[in-house]
Nanobody, 121 residues
Framework: QVQLVESGGALVQAGGSLKLSCAAS????????MGWFRQAPGKEREIIAR????????YYLDSVKGRFTISRDNAKNTMYLQMNSLKTEDTAVYYC??????????????WGQGTQVTVSS
């Protein structure tokens, strides 16, 4: 089972940028599709981006499309989320997880502690 640790969250002003990292343990990271999720206060957790195992295909939630970029480095067992033009509504705890590749993306693994992103106005 892949264990995941998110990092890179911070307090940032609206319009700013952050890059989140998701470090994975184990030798099977490169075989999994991966995704970034977020959970804002009082809201359900939602998937915001998905990337296939090879990195060749991606999915984005409409609200982050054009602002966020998901990527991965299988040699480093790490996935990234570059977030630009941040908005106050992007404030949430961000998580990474293994995701399904068929149909609507859904989380398949255990949740880590997440990383807090706070966007101030």
């Amino acid at each position: 089972q892949v264990q995941l640790v998110e990092s890179g969250g911070a307090l940032v002003q609206a319009g700013g940028s952050l890059k989140l990292s998701c470090a994975a343990s184990g030798r099977t990271f490169s075989t999994y599709a991966m995704g970034w999720f977020r959970q804002a206060p009082g809201k359900e957790r939602e998937i915001i981006a998905r990337i296939r195992s090879s990195g060749g295909s991606t999915y984005y939630l409409d609200s982050v499309k054009g602002r966020f970029t998901i990527s991965r480095d299988n040699a480093k067992n790490t996935m990234y989320l570059q977030m630009n033009s941040l908005k106050t509504e992007d404030t949430a705890v961000y998580y990474c997880n293994v995701v399904s590749v068929v149909g609507a993306p859904r989380a398949l693994g255990s949740w880590g502690q997440g990383t807090q992103v706070t966007v101030s106005s």
